[in-house]
């Protein structure tokens, strides 16, 4: 909407992208244009338009309306890409971008701490395919060009990882794989466009859960690639032969959450540092994973190429198991246990990722909580997190 796009700040753009008058035809937002099936006025024009099929154009539901282009344009401005294809859900995305990057016979390196279903998913659907997956340390940095073999095609990166959030040195991965031929992917799902672009930092494929942050209602399923103009293609293409889309429905809703995105994230981090800077004085706590934090692995890195933090972050207790934790999360009022985050109500998550590493090893003195501080009340989270350690402490004092 914008002709002057380069010298306007983030957070503009999350309000202008994606918004150009034809699509909108003068009013605020792109409407819901829910389509299979597109008419042509005659046979000149449908011969013409499938010459492209790929082109903003209306040709088949599949392909996209105003809805999703509107979405995809302002998310491929907003990350500095060539292009953005949506898919159904952040797993649909991050599986789809693999298998566009990938051939039988190639090697996939993967970070230790990626999002299990991407995991299961290397060593499943891949693996069948001919494509065999390793997985390395997520603070190897430059040190990750020991792990390359000469098959080695693509990496995937998570920055912060899922669940114990290690940041990675996106820039020096990127400069191995550039030197060595291989693609880099990352999912950004945690610090959204934000606050990290992972294109700027070397990387050619940022990936997002939009179904998180960008959604930031936790009522639709959505997930975005965007890419440079050295992977786009091959996602693109891709994209179309899977026939991955996204529902215009969903689309207008993740619209709709991008343009409070800068305000809600502001609050989100806010409060996520305040309740986290309580919890590091718990006796029960041994430690608060938070990239902001010194102590977490990376946060040098974080500091140095991310823009802020968000309201996600994890909570090494002192002692116990698992299965200790339930006297805890059963009865929070508050805190519900839910997998998804990015939505404005708080989110508790007992969690081992022992199971799922292999590149390097977890231990921990207790058991792991992840958090998500919704956009509720600091002090009432805070009281609910506090009755909730003290039935915990109680329990292990039982046993």
Known sequence: MSDNKKSTKIETRLITDGRRDEWTHGIVNPPVYRASTCIFDSYDTMRERAKDPAA????????????????EEALT???????????????AAVNSAILALVSAGDHVLMVDSAYEPTRAFAKGILKRFGVETSFYDPMAGENIAADFRENTKLVVAESPGSLTFEVQDIPAIAAVCRDKGAYLLVDNTWATPLYCNPLALGADVSVHAVTKYIGGHSDLMMGSVTANERAYPLIEKAAFSLGQTASPDDAFLASR??????????????????????LRERPEVAKVLHPAFEDCRGHAIWKRDFKGSTGLFSVILKDGTDADTAPMVDHMRLFRMGFSWGGYESLILPSNPAGSRSATHWAAPGPLLRLHIG?????????????????????????
């Open 257 to 278: 959450g991008l343009r409070t995105l800068a305000a809600r994230l502001k609050i989100h981090e806010e409060k996520a540092l305040t309740v986290a800077r309580w």
């Open 77 to 91: 401005d907003l990350e500095g890409g060539a292009g953005t294809k949506l898919y159904p859900s952040g797993v």
């Open 56 to 71: 903003r154009h209306l040709y088949y539901g599949r392909k996209g309306t105003p809805t999703q282009w509107s979405l």
């Open 375 to 399: 956009l509720e009340d600091t002090d009432d989270l805070i009281a609910d997190l506090a009755d909730g350690l003290d039935r915990y402490r109680e329990h292990m004092a039982r046993k």
